[in-house]
């Protein structure tokens, strides 16, 4: 907890200082507003500067797996603190970075995804794909590959490439003319009927697998993503798939790709990887496209990228330790039972709140819960009315916290919460809707 008097003067210095993210910075340091503070996290419950608690409902961005302060992952961390804090992979290798490289691979079929390449962040991982698909066609003689197909309302990232890869428009458009040529499509269907002499010169495709996050919590149809595999193979053109959002077991299965059989050519991964602990993101990759990049100096094939902390083996170590935790404690399979209750449970919300909840559109672990004005005639609230947003300021009156993506809101704890919670969880979004949209 902190004083009164700790409180006014770290506001002082964040409103004076600090630029948040996707935040409006005159909203933010009004007078009247009063930031959140958390100050310390246990297992599914986050605490504020006043000693309140609430429980993580958006996993304190989509990164938490196994819940706050999980005694097997600090001491990882402490182990990892008492030797060395950080290594640089340019000239050098570190341990936790060998032995998470090998175990991401082991995670795939035998000589699938065999190669790891470390960066910092779901950008960083995505900026990584992107280089090396098209570095990858330049060294085997095809430079006339150098566009990306996308599709609508995906979300990819905040660096330049990223951006421009993404299908939403706030993020992306004022940065289109700086960025990558990308074709944007609306579904499968659409992507097959693009004009051929486009398909030519695509060096990859990418696609957030079974479930757009930022789009709304969209799920794809059954079937889509092994149809844009097969379509792929047919026109020679590398597959990213971008499971930033919905690696780690958010689906039900380690990774989204499972849930369809799916191999990729380019494995995107951050978030979970380290348990919502330290920043780490991987790009895994096949030998067919780490064996181009091979040679002399003098050929410059040479995947010339890098960061100051690739492979930090702070962050490899807790890495691991996250996976052994998934292996030990048994996640994935306790986490089934959890997904129906899950499914359930905001059946009845929605059963509650017919007039102003929409869809609930749930894939796995991840739900969004839609709002709307009037569901019957499917009539939304104004954007700039900010009912999402409001809805879960009210929810943190009820133990909950999470964050809207326009006037969805998203559900998407920890694994590992318990049941009970996540019925407190679901309460706490009922009661939030009828305080602020009304009654029906």
Not at 139 to 157: S, W
Not at 332 to 357: I, N
Request: with cysteine; aromatic share 8%; glycine share 8%.
């Amino acid at each position: 907890m902190m004083t009164p008097d700790e409180t006014a003067q770290l506001t002082l210095w964040d409103k004076t200082h600090v630029w948040h993210p996707f935040t409006q910075m005159r909203d933010w340091c009004a007078p009247e507003h009063q930031p959140l503070f958390i100050t310390r996290g246990e297992g599914v419950w986050l605490y504020d500067q006043e000693g309140r608690r609430y429980i993580d409902g958006n996993s304190t961005i989509w990164t938490n797996i196994h819940g706050h302060a999980h005694p097997a992952l600090n001491a990882a961390l402490l182990e990892q603190a008492g030797r060395i804090a950080h290594v640089s992979a340019l000239g050098f290798a570190n341990e936790p970075a060998a032995r998470l490289a090998r175990a991401l691979t082991d995670l795939w079929p035998a000589g699938t995804l065999t190669r790891v390449f470390f960066s910092d962040d779901g950008s960083t991982a995505i900026e990584c794909a992107v280089k090396m698909a098209l570095q990858y066609h330049q060294l085997t003689g095809h430079p006339e590959r150098c566009a990306f197909a996308a599709f609508d309302q995906a979300y990819h990232g905040d660096t330049m490439a990223a951006a421009t890869l993404g299908g939403i428009a706030a993020f992306a458009d004022r940065f289109r003319k700086f960025g990558l040529t990308t074709h944007h499509f609306q579904n499968l269907q659409a992507l097959r009927a693009m004009p051929e002499e486009w398909s030519d010169t695509l060096a990859a495709v990418i696609i957030e697998p079974l479930m757009q996050g930022s789009a709304g919590m969209r799920p794809w149809p059954a079937g889509m993503l092994a149809g844009l595999r097969a379509w792929c193979d047919e026109r020679g053109v590398l597959l990213i798939c971008d499971e930033v959002m919905t690696g780690f077991g958010r689906t039900g299965k380690m990774f989204a790709c499972e849930n369809e059989s799916v191999i990729p050519d380019f494995l995107c991964l951050a978030k979970g990887i380290t348990g919502g602990y330290m920043p780490l993101a991987a790009t895994l990759t096949t030998e067919r496209i780490f064996g181009a990049f091979l040679g002399t100096y003098a050929e410059l094939k040479t995947f010339f990228y890098g960061h100051s902390y690739t492979g930090n083996p702070l962050a490899c170590a807790v890495a691991l330790a996250s996976l052994e935790v998934f292996r030990r404690e048994e996640t994935l399979a306790r986490l089934q039972p959890k997904m129906e209750r899950m499914s359930r449970l905001l059946a009845e919300l929605r059963a509650r709140h017919p007039r102003h909840v929409g869809e609930v559109r749930r894939c796995g672990f991840m739900a969004g819960i839609q709002l709307m004005a009037d569901a019957e005639t499917g009539e939304p609230y104004p954007w700039e009315d900010q009912t999402g947003a409001r809805v879960c300021l009210a929810a943190r009156a009820h133990g909950l916290l999470t964050r809207p993506i326009r006037d969805t809101v998203v559900l998407m704890p920890p694994l590992v919460i318990p049941e009970d919670a996540l019925r407190q969880a679901v309460q706490a979004l009922s009661q939030a809707i009828g305080e602020v949209c009304g009654p029906g």
